[in-house]
Structures are given as C-alpha cells and as structure tokens.
C-alpha cells in the first residue's frame, strides 16, 4: 500500500487521510509494505496494528508525511520479518509500540537499514512528541532503534534490541529536545557493517537526558 506519487501517477499531489485505519493485514511484498510517504496529512488517529510484513527490501512501513494539530500516530502489535529497513516515521504524535521486528539477509543481497528510525519527513520536520514502548527488534545492520529527527520529547523504554549492530542512536540535528532511555535490554551488539565502532545506547544532540535501569 502507498501514496500516489504526483510525478509518476496520475492522481491528487495531495493525501489527506481521517481515521485511517490499516489492521490485520499480512502483506508480502518486494519493496515496500505500507508507505505514507511525501505529501500525506494525517488528521485525527491513524493506526497501523496487528499486521504481518514479510519479504520488504525498502521501509516497510513508512510514514513520512505530517501530522496535523491534534493528530496521533499508532504503530502498534505488528510483525515484520524482512529483508531491509523496518518502522520509519516522522509524523507527530507518534506511539511506536510492541512491534516484533526481524531483519535476514536475501541471499547475497547485502542486509542494511535500522529497525525503528524517527526521521526528517516532509519538510524536514520530524515527530515533535514520540514514545517508542515495548519493541522487540532484532538483527538489524545500523541501529535497533535510531532517532535522526530532532524530536522535542522522546520516551524509549522496554525496548529489546540484539544481534544487530548498534543498539539505540540518537544522532538528530537539533539539542533542544528532552529525552527518556530506560528500562530497554541490548545485548549482542556489534554483528552489523560498523561491528568495530558499536554503539549500546549513544546520544550525540539533546538538551536534556534521562538514562536509566537499562541492561
């Protein structure tokens, strides 16, 4: 499932979404699953549950349009075994929660990407508010979990990242952001492309940081 791409299909240069709703989907797929990408505003709670994503070489589930006043994001309970990049999301609002995600090589397709990343979308702006709760993320190449937008408050907590390669990044642009890293378990780190520079929880850029009871 994706967005109408207005240089390449014929169709609005403009999604508005209300309410939407993708659950209890399974989806197999070459590039991507779910992709929200560009020119696409979310109003009122939009939810991605309870779906399987299998075989995805690109993000597969993919939000990287904007958030309008008021709006929720909700990434909750879905399974995702592929082959590339898992979550990525830079809408506000956003709930990332309890996701199972695992990451396997192709063949000798060489395996990249983060498993849950919180990027710059539209406009470079990313989420200004996001929890990031209970995911279970595994062998990813980059970083379990990587926060590359400057989100202004971030909850990462009961997280589970292993066998990848770093484990919880925040590497965004902007330091005046507050930030909450506790209770997540990272074990066997270290087995992705910068296996030598392996990083267990780092943070480059923020105002203020709370890191507490992790394993």
Do not use: Y
């Amino acid at each position: 499932m994706r967005a109408l791409d207005p240089k390449q299909d014929e169709g609005p240069a403009v999604l508005l979404t209300g309410a939407l709703h993708i659950d209890d989907n399974v989806f197999v797929c070459r590039d991507s699953a779910v992709l929200l990408d560009g020119a696409v505003g979310h109003a009122l709670d939009t939810r991605v549950s309870g779906n399987t994503l299998l075989g995805t070489h690109e993000a597969a589930l993919s939000l990287q349009g904007l958030g309008l006043p008021g709006a929720a994001v909700r990434l909750q309970g879905n399974t995702l075994a592929v082959h590339g990049p898992g979550i990525r999301c830079a809408v506000d609002g956003a709930w990332i929660d309890d996701n199972r995600l695992k990451a396997t090589r192709d063949g000798e397709r060489v395996l990249r990407g983060h498993g849950i990343a919180l990027t710059p979308g539209l406009g470079q702006q990313g989420p200004r508010e996001a929890q990031v709760r209970g995911n279970v993320v595994e062998g990813f190449p980059d970083a379990g979990i990587a926060v590359q937008a400057a989100v202004q408050a971030l909850q990462v907590r009961g997280n589970v990242v292993f066998d990848g390669g770093h484990g919880i990044v925040v590497t965004a642009r902007s330091a005046d952001g507050t930030l909450a890293i506790e209770d997540n378990q990272l074990r066997d780190l270290g087995t992705g492309r910068d296996a030598e520079g392996a990083v267990g929880i780092g943070v480059t850029r923020a105002q203020a940081v709370a890191v507490h009871r992790n394993v």
